[in-house]
Each structure stands twice: as structure tokens, then as C-alpha cells.
């Protein structure tokens, strides 16, 4: 079974930069690639990000060039670098580990 742990939301000004760090712990079998996920009120949740392991980040258009997402550590945790937030980043960031398990969510929230 894996947990998975966020954290690093809070509140900032446009423009300003925030980082998040997520954590798989746990028992589990595979190493699967870990991703990003967001979700504002009233929208559905959106993907952002994914770092496969060994391999190349990869990012919704909206944030390419202002996020970045770490490699996989050894202790299966990443970062993700925001850089240049807008308002409308404004959302609940959610960590994925592959297809195992979701976090609970850290907000983030931009303001104008």
C-alpha cells in the first residue's frame, strides 16, 4: 500500500514562486512515475506534471517554463518549482503516485 503526502501550498502574490513536495512511502512493488495534479473549485482536476522514473518531465502548456518538476529522489519524493504564479494557478495541488494512490492535497493561491 502506498501514502502519499504533500505539501508547500500557501499563499502568494502573482508572480511570486511557491514550492511543493510530495512523498510516496509505504509497501509497494513497482517503481512508477510520480505526477502533479491540480484542481480549482467548480473545474475538474487537471493534469500538470509527471517525472517518469529515469526519464523527462513533462508539462501541461499552460505552466511550461514557469514549473518545474524534480527528478524522483531515492526516498520517492518531489518537488514541484513554481515560478511566475498566476491567479488562475490558484487550485489544490494533488500528488500522484502512478496509478497507486493520491495525496490529499495542498492548497495553493494566487493573488491579483
Known amino acids: 500500500q502506498v501514502q502519499v503526502v504533500e505539501s508547500g501550498g500557501g499563499l502568494v502574490q502573482a508572480g511570486g514562486s511557491l514550492t511543493l513536495s510530495c512523498r510516496a512511502s509505504?509497501?509497494?512493488?513497482?517503481?512508477?512515475?510520480m505526477a502533479w495534479y491540480r484542481q480549482a473549485p467548480g473545474q475538474a482536476r487537471e493534469w500538470v506534471a509527471t517525472?517518469?522514473?529515469?526519464?523527462?518531465?513533462a508539462y501541461i502548456d499552460s505552466v511550461k517554463g514557469r514549473f518545474t518538476i524534480s527528478p524522483i529522489s531515492v526516498e520517492n519524493t518531489v518537488t514541484l518549482q513554481m515560478n511566475d504564479l498566476k491567479p488562475e494557478d490558484t487550485a489544490v495541488y494533488y500528488c500522484?503516485?502512478?496509478?497507486?494512490?493520491w495525496g490529499q492535497g495542498t492548497q495553493v493561491t494566487v493573488s491579483s
Open positions: 500522484r503516485y502512478g496509478e497507486l494512490a
Open positions: 509505504g509497501r509497494f512493488r513497482t517503481r512508477d512515475g
Open positions: 517525472r517518469t522514473r529515469g526519464g523527462v518531465p
